[in-house]
């Protein structure tokens, strides 16, 4: 198919912090101005001391620990159970903990039910001594989606729990303000939809842009952007095609990347107090993987694929009143009326299915056709190779190959090609006649065809 694809990316003025921004606009310089962001000018983080960076991280988390703080305090904003739990809350969180966080849709097939599958085990990470984790959750179902909402149900109930307060928190009233503050303040992001359901998965770009790491099963634009040591996957292939299986599957290998990477990684630090290894694959997130993944360089791919192209086809099409559009349209009505008069008069090929073929050894393909008024050049012939059709399987072509107009006796016209099979296999082959014309973009513009 000629259908093609654009991978969208986010607005980088919205999602980036402010500061973060200054301090890239002073090491990145030229190519990082207005609104076009170079892509090779983002290899420059690496240019900014990791002391900087790491102060700067540490800046943006402690701006969303203290709003988050502010947000509990007011009971207008928050339902909780009792003041106790409001100064358990406030007191919990801290900004010298690894925070992960987690807000979108809470469509089912986001999964953001995963991470409490085994609340034991959920419970001894946020509870380490050493190395404790907390989450910060936030989104909403819509309101019609009440299996999206009792998912929100379950969060707040687990949050709730002596062992998880103060460590995981749901945060209310999610909109686009509250998710910039989480993607620009936690230190990792998570996302864990069901393979393949997720679409993009856009917040986990607006993280990488702020220097937030992405840990997200391998769907969605994370195909695209993981690079590795700048962030953690979960597999793209599925084990079990049963989901309750596959869930518990992905649970397991989530809380065992925490336990055994992302924590160890953010609680390794040098004398200095800085987490130096942790910083070098920040750096990495932000040269390697957010560069790609702005809405300006999705707006260049539009252009280049599709909206420059497009604008030179119209540009062909209508010039001197629609003069070449009036040729296509007259040479699909003469080849439409002449389509079934023409005829396979005789085709020449090995016997594939008797004999062997020998790889390196050249084999003629010849197939005669009655054009009937059409002129030769308005047909094309092609080989056309598939591995071997096993019943039931869809066919998987793996080359197409033109034949040369050889003869032509009036009507009569012959095609000739000689092959040489170069790779060994069980293929099936095939013949086949089909209308041509330089004008046409794509072949399945005008799906005429015949088997010879
Ligand atoms: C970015 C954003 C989304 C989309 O996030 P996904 O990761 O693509 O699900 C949804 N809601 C808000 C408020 C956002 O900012």
Request: with cysteine; charged share 25%; hydrophobic share 40%.
């Amino acid at each position: 198919l000629h259908i093609g694809y654009v991978t969208n990316g986010v607005h980088f003025p919205t999602w980036i912090a402010t500061s973060l921004r200054r301090l890239y606009a002073r090491y990145f310089g030229d190519g990082f101005e207005g609104h076009t962001y170079n892509i090779p000018a983002w290899q420059k983080v690496h240019n900014i001391p990791d002391e900087e960076l790491w102060n700067e991280r540490m800046y943006l988390k402690n701006r969303l620990i203290k709003h988050i703080r502010r947000r509990f305090s007011d009971p207008a904003q928050v339902r909780l159970d009792s003041p106790r739990q409001m100064i358990q809350i406030i007191e919990g969180i801290k900004p010298d903990v690894l925070t992960i966080g987690f807000a979108r849709r809470f469509a089912t097939y986001k999964r953001a039910y995963l991470l409490f599958t085994n609340l034991d085990r959920l419970s001894a990470i946020v509870n380490n001594k050493e190395r404790p984790v907390q989450f910060i959750f936030a989104g909403k179902a819509h309101p019609n989606d009440k299996p999206g909402q009792d998912l929100i149900k379950r969060i707040v109930e687990v949050a709730a729990m002596p062992q998880f307060v103060g460590k995981i928190l749901f945060l209310q009233n999610y909109d686009m303000e509250l998710a910039r503050r989480m993607v620009q303040g936690v230190d990792v992001w998570l996302n864990t939809p069901t393979r393949p359901l997720e679409a993009s998965g856009t917040s986990g770009e607006k993280c990488v842009m702020n220097g937030v790491m992405q840990f997200s099963v391998l769907d969605g634009w994370w195909v695209e952007g993981y690079k590795e040591g700048a962030g953690w996957m979960l597999p793209m292939e599925r084990t079990f095609a049963d989901q309750h299986y596959q869930d518990e599957l992905d649970a397991e290998m989530i809380y065992n990347t925490i336990e055994e990477q992302i924590a160890p990684l953010y609680y390794q630090r040098e004398q200095d107090g800085i987490p130096h290894a942790w910083v070098s694959s920040v750096k990495r997130c932000v040269a390697d993987i957010a560069s790609n993944f702005t809405t300006n360089r999705m707006l260049i791919d539009y252009e280049d694929r599709f909206y420059n192209k497009l604008a030179a086809r119209k540009q062909a099409i209508t010039e001197g009143g629609y003069k070449l559009a009036r040729e296509i349209a007259a040479w699909k009505r003469k080849v439409s009326a002449a389509w079934d008069q023409v005829r396979v008069v005789d085709v020449q090929r090995v016997k594939i299915d008797k004999e062997a073929v020998f790889v390196g050894e050249t084999y003629r393909f010849e197939v005669k056709l009655d054009i009937a008024n059409l002129r030769p050049e308005d047909i094309g012939v092609e080989m056309v190779i598939a591995k071997q059709i096993v019943g039931g399987q869809s066919v998987n072509v793996t080359r197409t190959v033109g034949l040369e107009r050889s003869k032509a006796e009036g009507s009569l016209v012959t095609y000739t090609l000689d092959y040489t099979p170069s790779e060994t296999g069980t293929y099936d082959v095939a013949l086949r006649v089909f209308p041509q014309n330089e004008h046409l973009p794509h072949r399945m513009d005008f799906a005429l065809v015949k088997w010879a």
